[in-house]
């Protein structure tokens, strides 16, 4: 579980380098599984860290219960760039 949290947060870390001085950044990140879902109880306490972490910089907003849609919708949301990250 925390291998694959590890891998966002590489990633939301590359993300803050290349925004560098941007005042925020605001990461959509959808998942298929209920909001009392392990993961999803990790990934709040994972983007209040991160929140915490950069002073406000970074931002994880988090669309649990498939409100961006079932996974083949996330992948395809983040090809095409209007979704920022996905919990498949």
């Not at 290349?18 to 909001?35: E, H």
């Not at 907003?61 to 209007?82: A, C, F």
Request: proline fraction near 2%; charged fraction near 15%.
């Amino acid at each position: 579980m925390f291998k694959k949290l590890g891998v966002i947060v590489l990633i939301g870390l590359f993300m803050l380098s290349v925004v560098g001085g941007a005042s925020a950044i605001t990461i959509k990140l959808g998942n298929v599984l209920s909001m009392k879902h392990p993961w999803n109880i990790c990934l709040t306490g994972f983007a209040k860290d991160v929140k915490a972490a950069t002073n406000g910089r970074v931002v994880f907003k988090i669309y649990p219960s498939s409100q961006l849609g079932n996974e083949k919708d996330l992948i395809e949301g983040m090809r095409l760039g209007t979704v920022d990250a996905g919990l498949i």
